[in-house]
């Protein structure tokens, strides 16, 4: 290899460009043989990584016929999988790399190092059984579909989108902007609030004196124009449309409105059926009412 990079150098004139400039030294042999080693490194990391997404992305898209996946879950998977397994092909070039330094340039016998590979796992098994767990961990979540990169989550008291997912560990954005960065093998308990598909969910404090029926009928009329229209179709499943009475008082009658939307969608939904109802709701001389009331959703059973 030394001996073609030197070739092709003077058949370019580079090398008595190099030494007129006192940059000779550029040209020895141990330098040439790590550009070399590192070069070819690169070329087969870009072209492996090149095949590992076409295949990932074909493979899950194959699963997902299968399974009905929504496009957005087929993305979120896709990501997920192509992320994790370029960090895994970058580790396996760096290492690719310092071998070949080591032995082809340095002539470094690196056998005694894969003799003692065995005795030095083991050590590292006793001294870092929070890393192997955390590997573990890490590998189920993936292979169960738990959570995928871009998910809104609740893991262990910590809320956000999800970033990344290593084989230690999982990074959250929550929604002041702060990263969270938890152990795989901490997450005993997740809660995906974009897995399949959400749900729309909210409640209106109405003035006690309010007609049910007039109100109800603006409610599920509004969700219904809402889901007709092609902006909106593409992300709703169910129209928005009156669920139940919640609280009644003197001050206040609460109603509770629903739908299914696409996963992720629900916010967007939920802030484009208030903005619609409180116009609607005006036009109609409906009163919203001047005390809020605590809400009693999580109490309701189903």
């Known amino acids: ?71 957005k879950d087929l993305q979120k998977r896709e990501d997920t999988l192509v992320s994790l397994f370029r960090n895994i092909w970058r580790i396996f070039i760096i290492a690719y790399i310092a071998g070949a330094i080591l032995s082809g340039v340095f002539n470094i016998d690196l056998s005694p190092l894969f003799a003692s590979a065995g005795i030095l796992g083991v050590a590292l098994g006793f001294g870092a059984q929070s890393l192997v767990k955390d590997f573990l961990s890490g590998v189920f979540i993936i292979a169960e579909n738990q959570y995928r990169v871009g998910d809104v989550v609740d893991i262990e008291g910590a809320g956000g989108t999800v970033e990344r997912i290593g084989i230690r560990s999982t990074v959250l954005r929550d929604a002041e902007g702060s990263v969270h960065y938890l152990p795989n093998g901490m997450v005993q308990h997740v809660i995906n609030k974009t897995m399949g598909y959400s749900v729309s969910r909210f409640s209106i404090s109405l003035d006690p004196a309010t007609d049910i029926t007039k109100a109800t009928d603006i409610i599920n009329k509004v969700g219904n124009a809402l889901f007709e229209e092609e902006a909106w179709k593409q992300k709703i499943i169910n129209p928005p449309q009156f669920d139940f009475i919640g609280d009644i008082s003197g001050v206040a009658i609460e109603l509770y409105i629903s739908g299914k939307t696409q996963p992720s969608d629900q916010w967007a939904v939920t802030a484009e059926m208030r903005r619609r109802l409180h116009t609607e709701f005006e036009a109609a001389d409906i009163k919203l009412s001047t005390l809020v009331l605590p809400t009693t959703l999580g109490s309701r059973k189903k």
């Open 1 to 71: 290899m030394d001996e073609h990079i030197k070739a092709l150098l003077n058949s370019l004139g580079i090398d008595t460009w190099l030494n007129e400039s006192r940059l000779g030294w550029l040209l020895n042999d141990t330098l040439i043989g790590v550009i070399g080693i590192v070069l070819s490194a690169l070329i087969l990391y870009y072209i492996g990584r090149l095949a590992l997404d076409y295949g990932i992305r074909q493979a899950v898209r194959s699963t997902g016929k299968h399974r009905s996946w929504h496009r």
